[in-house]
Each structure stands twice: as C-alpha cells, then as structure tokens.
C-alpha cells in the first residue's frame, strides 16, 4: 500500500512539471526610437529589417531591463537585441547605433 501510494504521488508531481519553457531566439535590431511610454517600460521603434523575424515597421517593444529603457529618448538610433520566446517578445542589450 505504501509503495503504491508512493508510485501515484510521484505520478502526481511528474505531471506538475508541466512543459519545459520554450527557448529564447535573438535577433539583432537596427532602428530610432519614436516614442516612449515609461510607465509601461515601452518603447516604438521604427526599425529595419530583422532578418528570421520580421520585415521593417514601426512597433512597440516592452524593455524588462530598467537600465536599458533609461538609456532611451525620442529619435535617438538604437542597435539592439529582439529576444522571442513563444509568443512573448522584448528588447534588450540597447546601445546607441554606429
């Protein structure tokens, strides 16, 4: 009996795992800076092509990193990072374009 109640709530807990996270994708990103909205930590960005992900449009991009969307104004020329996991997608690793 201990042995098979042992044997479900390992089952039990297996099945809790759920599915492993998605992994992360990265694309470089070449664009200016149209607008910002600091209270959502999210930037327009008129961008160029991003080859693999998307053709060139102007979008937002929320920035989880608070150093990052600090660095920002409107009309500044970025180089960046597009991390896509899933259906989620953020920008990172924001520097001024060369």
Do not use: N
Request: charged share 25%; aromatic share 8%; with cysteine.
């Amino acid at each position: 009996m201990k042995t098979v109640i042992l044997l479900l709530a390992s089952l039990l807990l297996a099945g809790c795992a759920g599915k492993p996270a998605e992994p992360i994708h990265k694309y470089p990103m070449r664009g200016v800076v149209t607008q910002l909205d600091p209270e959502h930590q999210v930037a327009t960005i008129k961008h160029e092509d991003i080859p693999g992900f998307m053709h060139a449009m102007t979008m937002e991009y929320g920035l989880r990193d608070k150093q990052d969307f600090a660095k920002l104004h409107s009309g500044d020329k970025i180089q960046a990072t597009v991390f896509v996991q899933g259906d989620d997608y953020w920008v990172g690793e924001v520097k001024p374009a060369k």
